[in-house]
């Protein structure tokens, strides 16, 4: 059992890292293509969904880039770099 755990776990923060990894670069790549960062959320029940571009707030859509697309990106190929060297050991 302790071997299928010892498995499972590397397998899994390569999987989800790759997932994260791939969501954050397409973010990245469409986000500098189009010099715009959309989200949504719910405030009191209702969709707002929010659209910044970098003509008219650059900090704060470097910031929304960052964390949107960068964060994911880097975190999710540190999974996957953790994974496999939990894999080798």
Do not use: C, H
């Not at 999987?15 to 989200?39: D, E, R």
């Not at 964390?67 to 060297?85: E, K, S, Y």
């Amino acid at each position: 059992m302790m071997s299928f755990v010892r498995l499972l776990v590397p397998f899994g923060l390569m999987g989800f890292g790759a997932i994260a990894a791939f969501m954050g670069i397409v973010v990245l790549i469409n986000s500098l293509s189009t010099g715009q960062v959309s989200y949504s959320y719910e405030d009191n029940g209702l969709p707002v969904t929010r659209t910044i571009s970098k003509s008219e707030e650059v900090s704060v859509y470097w910031r929304t880039l960052g964390f949107a697309g960068g964060l994911p990106a880097a975190l999710g190929l540190g999974a996957v770099w953790w994974g496999r060297r939990m894999m080798r050991s």
